[in-house]
């Protein structure tokens, strides 16, 4: 084998219980997301920020916000009750390393009380190079980094401002350091052998075109699939205040260019934008069963 085909297959080892990184399991292991983590250091200006990170979940959802402890207790409940449930992940609602203490504090209490299940978070990357040490800890082998552009010109259009050590930036200057930190992290991941999964929100007219360079850019930094998520713009989503009247990509937009990217790397192309507290295998959502109100009066009968 060459040195490719046995990195390949090693990847292939790791993802191959985890649903949303690998066609064939996503039809036979479930994950689940917790919502913990309601604030956020970006504005992208497809967000409405009433509802959920529009860059990992789906959009015009509201999750129920929960406590670590709250989410732990969950995860107990819900990995006795669906056999198949691998993987947890924090996704939001807001950006998960905007409120480190409380993402990190879920995840350690799942990973004292239930080592086996896999643990895995999503993040806009802007504060990811300060964490990938507590990542790497924590055996979090699965991130997410949204990566919209790899030219601050493109993201000043999709970025109006960040919140960076205690600082508000606007402008090129804002989607300049953005860029920096996301291949930062994108870097610091690579070297701790964690694995990273992109997700880009295709925007026509936007960014449409320069995701075929984004694409390039994270795959010779390492990255392991390319997740291109089609804007959802609608109007019951509320109003997309920076991005008003933007369409989102038609099917064929999307899956062209999908194809164009498709490279040596694969593509996902089963992501289902799951809510910020999605349940159960990837094409159902059984988070209303498991409402705050249902869950806290449940016991966990998780084995462990
Ligand atoms: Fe909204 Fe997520 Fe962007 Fe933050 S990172 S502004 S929560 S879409
Ligand atoms: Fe998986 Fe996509 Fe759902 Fe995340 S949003 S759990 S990557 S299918």
Not at 58 to 82: C, D, F, M, N, Q
Not at 148 to 165: A, F, L, Q, T
Request: charged share 25%; proline share 6%.
């Amino acid at each position: 084998k060459t040195p490719q085909e046995v990195k390949d297959q090693k990847i292939l080892d790791r993802i191959s219980k985890h649903p949303c990184y690998s066609e064939e399991a996503h039809h036979h292991y479930a994950r689940m997301h917790v919502a913990v983590a309601p604030a956020c250091n970006i504005q992208c200006n497809y967000c409405n920020r009433k509802y959920d990170c529009a860059n990992e979940s789906r959009p015009g959802v509201v999750s129920e916000l929960l406590t670590p402890e709250e989410a732990a207790h969950k995860v107990l409940v819900i990995a006795g009750k669906i056999p198949q449930m691998t993987v947890l992940g924090i996704a939001g609602p807001g950006d998960p390393l905007a409120n480190p203490e409380k993402t990190f504090r879920t995840f350690e209490l799942i990973a004292q009380k239930a080592p086996d299940i896999k643990l895995c978070l999503s993040t806009n990357g802007l504060m990811l190079p300060d964490y990938v040490d507590r990542i790497k800890q924590l055996n979090i082998d699965h991130v997410t980094i949204t990566i919209n552009m790899v030219d601050p010109k493109v993201g000043e259009k999709i970025y109006p401002w960040i919140r960076y050590n205690r600082k508000r930036y606007k402008g090129l200057e804002a989607a300049q350091i953005l860029h920096e930190r996301q291949m930062e992290g994108l870097q610091a991941l690579q070297e701790a052998d964690i694995l990273c999964k992109v997700n880009s929100v295709m925007i026509p007219g936007i960014n449409d075109e320069h995701l075929v360079e984004v694409d390039e850019v994270i795959r010779s930094k390492g990255a392991f699939l390319h997740n291109i998520m089609p804007l959802i713009s609608a109007p019951e989503h509320g109003t997309y205040f920076g991005l008003t009247g933007q369409r989102g990509p038609t099917p064929k937009e999307l899956k062209a260019l999908q194809d164009k990217c498709s490279g040596n790397m694969k593509m996902m192309r089963h992501c289902r934008q799951c809510r910020a507290d999605a349940v159960g295998l990837l094409g159902e959502d059984r988070s209303q069963e498991f409402t705050k109100e249902k869950f806290m009066e449940m016991a966990p009968e998780y084995d462990f």
